[in-house]
């Protein structure tokens, strides 16, 4: 097992490192990337390659099965860079399913996606959201170069 080392940090009491996944089976033979876990460490979330198609997948760890995830990966599309809120409800993605990246938040209770950057003309990347699921933050080339958008989905 690795340990990290945290150069500089004196008080590492709470610090719990995190669970090991190893023979968990969840890599694949395809590029599996952009790894998210929830804030207890309980859920991953990641984009990968496999079954000839870009899509997200939500393993959870305790009980290390993958999760449905319904409304979510869409046909002709790529579903990538997922964010997990803390408890694991809400995923902030990429989704290509209007022609272009664009940023949204799917609920795992209502299994429902929620488009985030309508509005935005220019290409979107690396949606990070909140906590609580409230906020998303991601990039955007909108004004020409890249700047940062956050976007309030006030819940």
Do not use: K
């Not at 795992?108 to 979107?124: D, E, H």
């Amino acid at each position: 097992m690795a340990w990290l080392v945290l150069a500089g940090c004196q008080d590492l009491q709470g610090f719990m490192p995190p669970p090991v996944i190893e023979g968990a089976g969840i890599n694949s033979q395809q590029a599996d990337e952009h790894p998210s876990l929830s804030a207890d460490g309980r859920y991953l979330a990641f984009a990968s390659d496999r079954l000839q198609s870009r899509n997200i997948y939500l393993y959870d760890l305790e009980t290390r099965q993958f999760l449905p995830l319904p409304n979510l990966n869409r046909q002709n599309s790529s579903q990538d860079q997922p964010s997990l809120s803390a408890n694991g409800r809400f995923i902030a993605y990429i989704s290509t399913e209007r022609g272009r990246p664009d940023v949204f938040v799917y609920d795992r209770q209502t299994n429902q996606p929620q488009l985030i950057s309508q509005a935005v003309q220019g290409i979107t990347r690396f949606p990070t959201i909140s906590g609580d699921g409230r906020f998303v933050a991601y990039q955007s080339s909108e004004r020409g170069q890249w700047h940062i958008e956050i976007f309030d989905r006030g819940q």
